[in-house]
């Protein structure tokens, strides 16, 4: 425990005085640098919020109170993923925990580490009717959070809290990290404990060892130099390692794609770099693995679910060239046809397979090259094919998707961190938006890389609450949300969050009068053209209305106009209400085949 923590449970004679569950909580998310709980108050969860009050007045973590739950462990979700900590949200009884369970689903499903907390009435009321009341007996929130949780329990006496708490954390950032989710009655929050202190070094115990399978890693390393031709396909795991990753795909003279996820981790300038696999991604991808020629497919750090594998394409990804590289061991559930599998963390595993390709040349008497420069950046010429390169360079009102993307690449600085809400909006982003002067060799990022879509439970409204938590994680880097006018009008409150929390996000809204996705994905797959309209909505109003800055865009000349302004805002959020050409249709086919049971 830290000297700030313990000054804080002196009393006026200097003695340490017992605290209360909460505060032990708080005790614990002190050791673990956690700056935010996201939530709504209520009254079954005062207690906790007595004790971030009196956490925050300590300069401990402090409260950030969302419009809604939902919004709130989204805002848990960004946190965490740009943080590498573990995301906390909290809600009271009955509708808050309801509330909170959408974002909560939405992080099971992409495995970040989160630590949910929500309140019961006190346990004497228990099977009384009391109001809110959630236990086994009412409407049973540790049952509803059953299937969306790797930890789930009912603290039903305070001695037993500890013990959870530390038990829930080491789960949540176990080899498959996910949501933890503990029930706290509000007499057990209350209750005060025996210590003043944590009784364990949660530091430590969360700790990650730099462990790998050897055996496997020397088979990697043999068939790596059998090899005549690679491919790396770089899965969002390979975050940490990324300048590892590409110094060894140098070395070996792989060549490069990402997965959806991955695409934030590589410059789409990178002369190997020949674009995206799976959903909305590029077809030059797709030849760089149906060459003939090729014969190794190295995965790294990645779930080859439905989107990454292209609908669980045999030809391309899922046969036995596949060697398949993770740390979630869980991942190699998706590969059994995998010629290896190789488990271990990343970044250690291609630190080993570096020195041992530099071994290799020292020993052919290859003069060392010493770390390999980065390759040129191709200065905009890149080798991805787009599917519709007139689009992405058309000057007409209305703006097309296409060049919105190329101008969101273009307006904001290399460092920018893009946020792409579920709809057409992430097709759009995933295709069309390429930032220049991304990553290159040798450059590392610890977490999250520079571009997220949530591809896997694809909640309408992620992005807005998952780009206020990240802005408050990073409030030194730029941050866009790319978001549609349904998702908006869904979640668009949390921009209220980021109003009071001075935070210049840039909110992009992508506004085409419809549920676009769903329309296009009905035209495109002949259903009926049903319940897709959303009546016109003056969006850069609203956000004014809300403390924000609003700007209407119809055109590509219109952005020029607001370029420089954007990013002189320090202090605030802009949103961009962009009046889209409606007709325009996303690049989402793989979607459509595999509703059609095509896949
Ligand atoms: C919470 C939730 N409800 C419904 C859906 C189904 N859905 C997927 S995309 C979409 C349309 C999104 O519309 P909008 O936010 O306007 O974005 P657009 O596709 O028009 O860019 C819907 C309804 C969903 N993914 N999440």
Redesign the pocket.
Known sequence: MDARCSESLQNDSGILHSINISELLISYLKQLSIEYVFGVPGGAIEPLYNALAQSERDGGPRSIVARHETGAAFMADGYASQTGRIGVCCATTGPGATNLL?GVASAYANNVPMLVITAQTSLTTFGKGAFQESSCTGVNIVGMFEFCTRYNTLVSHADQFERKLVAALMTACGSTPGPVHLSLPLDVMRSVTNRAAPSYDIVRLLDRPAVHDAEALHLLFSMLSDAKSIVFVIGEGASEAIGSVLTAALLLNAKLVTTPHGKGLVSPYHPSFFGVVGFAGHSSAIDVLKDPELDTVVCIGTTLGEWASNGWDADLLLNDRLIHIDEQENNFTYTPMARLHVRGRIVTLFEQLLRHLNTLSREAGEEQPGPPSAPPLNDGVYNFTLDDEAGFRDNDKPIKPQRLMYELSRMFPPHTRYYA?????FAWAIHYLHPFDRRMMGSRNAHGGLFRACLEF????WAIGCSVGAALAKRDQPMVCI??????L?SGQEITVAVQESLPIIFVV?N?S??????HGQRLAGAEPVG?D?PPVDFAASARSMGADGYTVHSPKDLLVLDGKLLTLQSRPALLDVYIDREAV?PISSRIRSLKGGV
Not at 483 to 488: I, Y
């Open positions: 959408t809400d579920t709809g057409a909006s694809s909640s309408m409204g978001t549609g006018d349904g998702s908006l869904m992508l085409d419809s549920l676009g996705m769903v329309k897709t959303i996303p």
